[in-house]
């Protein structure tokens, strides 16, 4: 099983689970991201 959307997982071409426990998806899928964003010197709202 997936643990992201549908469609968004299509898009993705995720063909495998991204993480063992759904709400690590957000919990450290977006802090990472924000993370690598602010490496490369982005700014998010």
């Known amino acids: 099983m997936n ?3 549908v469609d968004f997982a299509g898009e993705l ?3 495998r689970p ?3 426990n759904p709400d690590d998806v957000i919990g450290v899928g977006l802090p990472f991201l924000r993370e ?3 490496k490369a ?3 998010l709202g």
């Open 18 to 20: 991204v993480a063992d």
């Open 36 to 38: 690598e964003a602010r």
């Open 13 to 15: 071409a995720a063909w």
């Open 41 to 43: 010197g982005l700014t």
């Open 3 to 5: 643990h992201v959307d």
